[in-house]
Each structure stands twice: as C-alpha cells, then as structure tokens.
C-alpha cells in the first residue's frame, strides 16, 4: 500500500461464483460463439512424447475469437495482431494440437519458427564459444612454445583515453594466455606524458571478462589526472606488453550516453547456469556496488523421476515411475515384462538390483493373460521399494499386456552434469551504493517462461553497464548513488535449462502436477507438464474467476494448484515485498510490445481488472515514452502505440500474471517488456534486441531516479466550455505533468477523500464533467511522488487549494 496519496485499492474484486465456475472450465465447441456450460470438461492438450512443436499462425475473426482461444489452454506467444480482417495470433503447437485446434473450429496459417531454427541458435552458440575457446589455445600455445623468451604471453588489446564531462579516463583491454583457468586480475602502469617514466601516472587493475564459462579478455576502465601516452601490463608469469595510448572520442557527442560510455557486453546465448555465474562475477569484482542475493525459495530442480510406458494400446498401457530421481539412481531401474512360455504360468514378479522382470500369467493354452491393472497391482507389491506402477491415464486397464523386452527408465533429461539437478538456487544481483532500503528501489526480472532466452540478456548487460560505468560516467553515478537495483536474470531455471537442452519450446517450469491416477503424468506427457510461473499470482488470478488460464495441468497457461504454489512465484513474491521498491519491469518475448496493468478480465462480459486512475495512466504512458524512445535509439525500431497500453487492451486476458500483483498488491508501477519478434531468433537479431532493450532498461532506472528526486510540485488548470444542455456548462481539468485531481463542487475544502478527476475511457484523456453554470469548483493536484500542489495540506483545514466558478466569460 506504498501510495503517498494514500487513495490507491489494491484488493481484489471478486467474481460471482457462477461466472468464476462457468470460466474455469469453458470448451468452445464453436470459437467465434459464447462459451457452453460448464458442466463440459475443459478442452486438454497433451503433447506427444519427442513430438516438435512449432510457432504457427493462428487466424481469428475477432476478440471474441481470441478469448477463446486463450480459454483453451492453447500455449501462446505473445504475438496478437489485429488486422482489417479480423486478429492473427501466434500459438506454440505440435502437429496433434494443431490437429486438435482445427477440430475444434480454429483455422491455423504460416509455420513461423521450427524446432531446426532453435537447434541452429544452439549450435551457432555452441560454435561461437568453441571459437573464442580454440583462439585462447592458440594464444595459450603460441606464448608457450620454443619461442616464448621472445612473445610475451599477455596482449594489450585496446588502450583508450577519453574525456567524460571533467573527468579523464583510461580505458584498457588486454589478453593473458593463462586467462582461461587463472582468475587473477592484471595490473596496468601509466606514465604521465611522453618521456616519463611508467609507474609515474599511477596504476589501475583490470579484471577478466568471462562469458558463457570462456576467458574472453580483461578489462577495465579509471580516472586519471592526465593523459598517459604509454601503458605497461606485467603478467603474473613474469610477461611485459607495452602499447600506446590512443585518443578515444577526441570530439564530444557519443550519443545520450555521453562520451566513452561502455556497452555490448554479450557475444552469445547464455543458460540459466551461465547467467547466475556472470552476476557473480560482476559482485565479486564490485563489491562496494553490488552483491548477490540467494532468494529464499529454491526451484523443485531440473530433475525428474525416471519413467517408461510399456505397451500400446490404453487399456492395456503399464506407467511406471521409478520412486527415485532420475540422477539418484532411477535411471538405473528397468522393468520386463515376459512371457513365460508355458501354459497356467501365475502372475510374478522379481526384483535384482535394479532389475525388475514381471513373469506374466497364461492360461491354459499358454497365452498371456495378465491385465494391465493385474500387473500394476503386481508391480507395486513386489517391486515398490524400487518404483511406483500405474494405469495408463486413468484407463481401467482391463486390456491384456503385451510381453516387452527389458525397457530402462529415464529422466529424459539432456543437460551435462554441470547442470544441477537438485532443487535450484535463485539469485538476485542487487546494485547501488546504498544498498540498505534507504534509496528508492527498481526490480527487474526475467525468464519467467523459460524459452524465453533474449531477455535475461538484456538484464545482464544492463547489470554490466551499471557497473561498469560508474567510475567514468556521471549519469550511471547518479543511478547508482540515489537507487537500490535488483535484478534477477534467471526467474525459472529449471524450466531455462530445459529449454536449452531437451525442449527448446519449454515455456513453463518443470514441476509435474498431473496425478497419475487420471491424467497424464506419464513419460509420453514430460513435454507438457509444468506451471506457467507467470499465471501463478495472487492478484486477479484464475482462482479470481478471471480468464487466461488453465486448470489443465498439461496447458500452456496452467496457473498451477494454487496462487503462489511454485518456488519461483515465491520468490518474486519477496522480491517485491521490499518496501522501497516503486518500479518494475518484467521481461518477456516475444512480439515489441510495452505493457502494464490492467492484464486480466472476466468472462463473458470482459468485467476488467481495476483499471489505473487518469493520473497513475498518465504517469506510465510519460514514462513509457522515455523508454521507448531510449529503445529507439540503438536502431530505429519503434515498439507502436497499438502495442503500447495496458495488457488487457493491447494483448489478451493473463489472469495471475507478475505485473498485476507487482501493481494491485505492492503499489509497484509494473511494466512489461514483450523482447523482439522471436523466442530464440539468430544471434544477429538477439544481439540488437539486447541492446535497444538494455537501453530501455537503463531508461527506466533513469525514471526512477527522477521520481525519487522530484520536488516539482504540479499545477493544475479549469476549463470550462459551453455544454448542450442550457444552464450547464462542461468543465475540464489539465495538470503540467502526470497528477490526481481531488474536486468538490459543494464548496468544501478538498481532501484525499473527495472525487477522483477520472478518465473518458479506455486510452482516452480526462472526463468531461458537466455541472450549472456557476458552480463553484474546489480543487488541488498532487503528483506520483507526493508533491502537492501550491503546497497545500489536504486535511480539511487548509485554504490555499485551487477556486473557480464555473462560469463562461461574459462577451
């Protein structure tokens, strides 16, 4: 409840019972039309195991359309178009759910992303690092060999001197051949002009620059009180370098950022592994800015019970779930089911080591016998200690079992061993110099799906560039000294893990809510398990009775069991508690889009969210307009007014989403980048995006920072024009910056608790307020930051508030 004006609600609305009911569990029989009764069950997509799935076109005729779309669980992109013809969507599908989607009425377009183009960025990865890899060999061996009294095995890359305001700065690159596997830091020693000596302009370190777990080169940056003109780097082994100083920038005019401002510090993907070890790197090497934070809930881990599904048929299916992980020793267990070959052969089981054999029963005339459900019961008699058998998906299993050859269980699970698989530690980098709640707070956080892999990027070279910056560029100084910055790269590791190494469409985390009895918790279903981490909070949630997830623990949107079930909801959830925390910004992809709150509605009849007031939406388009525009900048790419706005209107409806707990729950101005127009699009393209998004990420600190320092106090105007109907006249407020309008009209003081100066409507400026000629108007203005207009006390006792009559002028 963090509103200075302390008019702010942040609770929710509940939704009748019926109409909470009747949106849980819709199924569009006819898309285009209204929603049947709830008594149908839900429409479930399940993927089938190690099928692809693809981003594809969905093309609809309308709102109406895509509401239903959403209802269906379908896992979306976040890409909506609204055409002349109607909207187009992007739906993430494999070749059975498209299927199903045309069944049920949708009409699907364009293939727009393959699983190949995901499996190219990986390998483009993956060749990238084993390049930088293969040159730090080369340079490693070429210091090494026969010739090494004459090549030194450190290289000065880069010496660059330029001005930043008052300040001169040295700015140095250099590669040590050991710099792969030693963490030691170089030492760099200047002269003071030509002729003098080196030592005589001081010295200053620079630390290795590792990304993706390669040595890439050291590097840093110092004031100094003069320009150097020759520089001097010994190695830890005993190695000289010398190089020259070179002019950086000679004229001013580096852009916004202002001279020598340093960027572009991402050269490839990064998994959720990799980007925990960049933040701490960046602490390590900034300790007097910046620290790690471990969030206090750790992940249910990137680790699954090992698993197989022997036979064909449903109703003759057997599941079995071995009881330990996979990596614990599950993936060790194998299970047989074989025919003994002889006639009135009782049902049996045998269990050595890890080795389970059901012997199955026969008849008379030697042929199998044994039910599915017989040998799941015989399974978890004689074999329980090991694993856990059951029917297939809730199926009787009457049907008679097919003799199967030894079959292993597995996790199904990719990743080298580097990768942990126990329940996973969630980190936060927190930078600023006074990092003790004292100074206005920013959050920023991505990955909450987890194939999403643009957006942690953004947040790791927006960390880079904070830190970085700070000794040379006083705009990045002013950040830092006045904001306490968290950022989490990395909401939902287990599930980014995932993406990378065995389902690049993961969208969800990883935990398995299926119960085995009745649905699909089986191996053939892992690519469909999970809880969408961003429909899982507490605010207008699907428990709310409002649209845009799923109770279907196989759906793309499933908002999980309860509000805040997942670790990783949790610890968004304590990240935003943090009292001093005013702004915020969630980052997706895909689509150039730029949201904020409202972001859920209830069907049918769309009853929204509590939308912001005219002065709190005023306050996130003027903000809005900063950041786009810093956007902007790196390539002239303009997120558009139709994809800027609350989610709701520009999007769809996503109940339980981050943002909207961020706004209605915390006070918390919440916005939401949508990163580009691909998950996972080719380096090139990622690259860009990451800059013009860290530049808008950067921005938004800037917005910050002007709000903890605004003094300015607003001003307000009365307009008054003539109304249609006779005696009355239409009156009309104007603030000089974004600012809530408390009025009376009976010619009482105003108050907090008098009438809000409200909106038109949906995207529209301030209402029209038509009142008799010569009302007397009392008023004042009072912004976001608590600034109140000619300084006036609104407790009912002050008298330097805003007067007027209403009245035309006299011609």
Known sequence: MRDPLGTRWRRRLPVPAALAAATAVVLLVNPASAVVPAAEPPMELVRVADEEANVVEVLLTGTAQLDALVATGVDLDHHVERTADGVVAHAVVTASEAAALTKAGFTLGEVLHRPADARARVAERAATIAGHVARNREFAATTAGPTASAVSDVKIIRADYYTSGTSQVLSVEAKWAQGQSAADALTVERDSGPGTEFGSGGTQTISRFVDAGVYLYHRGAATVTSRPDRIRITSPTGDVAVAEVQEWLPTPGDGPEGPGYQKDFVTSYLTPTELYARIHQ??????????????????????????????????????????????????????????????????????????????????????????????????????????????????????????????????????????????????????????????????????????????????????????????????????????????????????????????????????????????????????????????????????????????????????????????????????????????????????????????????????????????????????????????????????????????SDVLYSAAGNSGDMLWYKYGIYAWNFEVGTSFQPEWDEAHDETMEFANGLVELMRVARDFAEDRTRPRSTLTVAPSATPGMVDVTFSTSEPAAVFYTLDRAAPTYASKLYGSAGIREGGETLTVPAGTRVHWFSVDSAGNVENNYRPDGNGRNYRKETAALPRR
């Open 282 to 647: 960046l602490a390590a090497q900034f300790p007097r800015l910046a620290e790690i934070v471990e969030l206090p809930y750790r992940t249910n881990g990137y680790r699954r019970h090992a698993q197989a599904v022997l036979g064909t048929a449903a109703d003759s299916r057997v599941a079995v779930d071995s009881r330990a992980w996979g990596h614990e020793g599950g993936n060790d267990v194998s299970v047989e089911l074989a025919d003994p070959g002889a006639a009135d052969s009782p049902l049996a089981v045998t269990v050595a080591g890890s080795a389970v054999r059901v012997t199955l029963g026969t008849g008379g005339a030697g042929a199998v016998t044994s039910t599915a459900a017989q040998v799941v019961a015989a399974l978890n008699a004689g074999a329980g200690a090991l694993l856990r058998a059951y029917t297939y998906r809730g199926s009787p299993g009457t049907g008679v079992v097919a003799p199967a050859a030894r079959t292993p269980l597995s996790d199904g699970l990719s990743a080298p061993a580097s990768v942990s698989r126990d329940p996973h530690p969630v980190y936060a980098i927190r930078i600023g110099k006074h990092r003790d709640g004292s100074k206005l707070g920013v959050l920023a956080y991505a990955q909450e799906h987890a194939r999403e892999w643009v957006p942690p990027l953004v947040t790791v070279e927006t960390a880079e560039r904070l830190l970085r910056n700070y000794a040379h560029d006083g705009r990045t100084r002013q950040l830092l000294d006045n904001l306490d910055i968290w950022i989490a790269p990395s909401i939902n590791p287990d599930g980014g893990h995932y993406s990378f190494y065995d389902f690049n469409s993961q969208r969800k985390n990883m935990t398995n809510h299926c119960d085995p009895s009745v649905g699909p918790a089986d191996f053939l279903a892992r690519n469909s398990w999970g809880v969408d981490n961003n429909r899982n909070y507490t605010e207008y949630s699907l428990f709310d009775g409002y649209s845009g997830a799923s109770t279907s623990c196989t759906s793309g949107t499933y908002a999980g069991p309860s509000e805040l079930s997942e670790p990783e909801n949790r610890n968004l959830d304590w990240l935003a508690a943090r009292p001093n925390i005013r702004f915020s910004m969630n980052l997706h992809s895909s689509g150039n889009y730029f949201m904020w709150s409202p972001g859920a509605y209830a069907l049918p009849d769309r009853v929204s969210a509590p939308r912001p007031t005219l002065a709190e939406e005023s306050a996130f388009w003027g903000a809005s307009s900063r950041i786009l525009a810093a956007i902007k900048r790196h390539r002239n790419m303009a997120v558009t007014p139709a994809r800027t706005g609350p989610i």
